[in-house]
C-alpha cells in the first residue's frame, strides 16, 4: 500500500520558518515525482507549489518561489518543504503526493499568524 505521512506543521508568526517532511512508503521512492500541495480554509485544494523527480524541481505558484525550498532524500524515502518568510495567506493543510497520484493523506496543518 502507498502511503504518505506529512509532518512538521504548526503555528508560526509571519517571517517565521518552518520545515515540513513527507515520509514515503509502499512503492519504489526513487520512480516516482513527488509534488506539494495545499489547502486553504474553506477553499479547495490548490493545483500543485512544487515538484520534484530526477528532471529537477519546478516551483509552479509565483507567490512561493524564493522562499519555499523543496528538497529530496531518497535514502530516506523523504521530502522536505523548508519554508521561509512565511506570511498570513501561506495558512493551509499541506500535502504530499505522488505523481501520477495516489491516494491524499491528512496533511499537515500551517497557521501563520500574531
Known amino acids: 500500500e502507498v502511503q504518505l505521512v506529512e509532518s512538521g506543521g504548526g503555528l508560526v508568526q509571519p517571517g517565521g520558518s518552518l520545515r515540513l517532511s513527507c515520509v514515503a512508503s509502499?512503492?519504489?521512492?526513487?520512480?516516482?515525482?513527488i509534488a506539494w500541495f495545499r489547502q486553504a480554509p474553506g477553499k479547495e485544494r490548490e493545483g500543485v507549489l512544487c515538484?520534484?523527480?530526477?528532471?529537477?524541481?519546478?516551483y509552479y505558484d509565483d507567490s512561493v518561489k524564493g522562499r519555499f525550498t523543496f528538497s529530496r532524500d531518497n535514502a530516506k524515502n523523504t521530502v522536505y518543504l523548508q519554508m521561509n518568510d512565511l506570511k498570513p495567506e501561506d495558512t493551509a493543510v499541506y500535502y504530499c503526493n505522488t505523481f501520477p497520484l495516489g491516494a491524499w493523506g491528512q496533511g499537515t496543518q500551517v497557521t501563520v499568524s500574531s
Open positions: 515538484i520534484s523527480s530526477y528532471e529537477g524541481t519546478t
Open positions: 509502499g512503492f519504489i521512492f526513487d520512480d516516482y515525482a
